[in-house]
């Protein structure tokens, strides 16, 4: 089971996400409660070993600014969130990174259909901490996703039985407070969607 620990702004949670076994780290670039600066993406994404992905994440912004943003901040992997057409996949390929697309369960749920890398498949709201009927996807999408929605260390196992996505994608069920992220938590996280057996 792939797992993407998302949000982070400290050293310390970045640590131990990635001492936990994460595999997949994400720095939020828009707005939000998570926001960072791409230069703090970037002093924090220079902690983390290769074999963990960095990912900036983007919701409404250019495709200039998120060109701009990935390449201040020096992460391997790039975050769409809505309504963005091929094109703007496209545009990105020359930067070498991870393509993930991220969308509501109507999106097109074929990874690779926009030329992207990785898909998620999440909540209304991204970022809300909201659960969601997340069986009402189960079997439809393609490929590498990621489940994401609402999750936490209580409910992983049960969304990914309900889902059976390839990975898990969490931010808000990891957290004490909007863009609080806890150690222990994250930790659990990782141990509950581990323990799944799944991959
Ligand atoms: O986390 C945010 O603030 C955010 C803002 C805008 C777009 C995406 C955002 N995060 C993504 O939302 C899910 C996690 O949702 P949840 O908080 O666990 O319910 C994940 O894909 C984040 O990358």
Redesign the pocket.
């Known amino acids: 089971m792939y797992v993407?620990i998302?949000?982070l702004r400290e050293p310390e949670h970045v640590m131990a996400a990635v001492e936990a076994g994460a595999d997949a780290i994400?720095f939020?670039l828009?707005?939000?409660?998570?926001?960072v600066t791409p230069a703090r993406a970037r002093e924090l994404a220079s902690t983390v070993p290769s074999h963990v992905l960095t990912?900036a994440?983007?919701?409404g912004e250019t495709s200039h600014e998120v060109r701009q943003a990935t390449l201040e901040s020096g992460v391997r992997a790039v975050?769409l969130?809505g309504d963005h057409p091929h094109e703007d996949f496209t545009a990105l390929k020359d930067l070498g990174v991870t393509l993930v697309r991220?969308g509501g369960a109507a999106a097109d749920l074929r990874c690779g259909a926009f030329d992207e890398d990785l898909l998620?498949v999440?909540?209304p709201r991204?970022?809300?901490?909201?659960?969601w009927d997340w069986s009402a996807v189960r079997g439809r999408p393609r490929g590498r996703w990621?489940l994401?929605?609402?999750?936490?260390p209580s409910n992983v196992a049960e969304a990914i039985s309900a889902a059976e996505p390839w990975g898990v994608?969490?931010?808000?069920?990891?957290?004490t407070a909007p863009?609080v992220k806890d150690s222990g938590l994250i930790r659990s996280f990782l141990d509950a969607a581990r323990r799944t057996g799944r991959g």
């Open positions: 993407k998302c949000g994400g939020v828009t707005r939000s409660s998570r926001r990912v994440v983007f919701a975050q969130h991220a998620i999440d909540a991204p970022g809300s901490g909201q659960p990621m994401a929605g609402g999750l936490d994608d969490v931010s808000s069920g990891v957290e863009g």
